[in-house]
């Protein structure tokens, strides 16, 4: 009875995991560009539906490649984003911004596409509603990728982006507290990206947890801080 349930439900379109709204309420993550360098910060809360089930866990979301660091936030379609974005050389890469727009957005619809496709011959259901973004730090730069189904759309960072769950008032504190970043160093960044991860996660208990935070000095390798040096 419930695979003759499961097969109708996907006949008709219906979403059998987490709605559009669950997963919108899922991570907080911060971008904040300084004077000599780029700060991400990120929960580490993770949750997984399988036939109907939740489950949770603690994972990094950022992924490293070469010359490149993002993390993501939304569903499968932006992990797959992300681990496309991981995956480009980088270092031969031209520095430029249309360059790197291209690449990205490339990125994002590769992800969208494959999953588009997949969906087709499952039947799987496909949620318009979610928020996918993925944000990127790559040539001593600071971008965000978002991906929908018209196109994806990846623009540089300034000063700061906040990507992940969309009504925690946490966002608020960047919003107030980051402006003017870019003219601050990174040192004192650490502490702003950090505590809006936090008080996301204790204003959302149940979608955002933990806290993972990298630095990215200008021309050196990003630099993993554990909760401890945090």
Known sequence: MTNILTEHKLSMGVPEGPSARELNAM?????LVGSDGVVIASDKLIQQ????ERSEGLVSKFLQGDGVICCWSGDSVAEHAANIIRAIKWSGCVPENE????ELKRAGDAAWNAKDQFSKKTGEFVNLGVNRKVIVACHDMLWLLEIIASGSIANRVIDRRVAGEVENTAKYFINNYARGCQNLPVEQLIRLASHAVLAAGKENPHGVGDLEVVVIPKGR?????TAERE
């Open 99 to 102: 360059a790197i727009r291209e």
């Open 221 to 225: 390798p990003p630099i993993f801080l």
């Open 27 to 31: 991570t907080f993550q911060v971008g």
């Open 49 to 52: 539906y399988e036939g109907g």
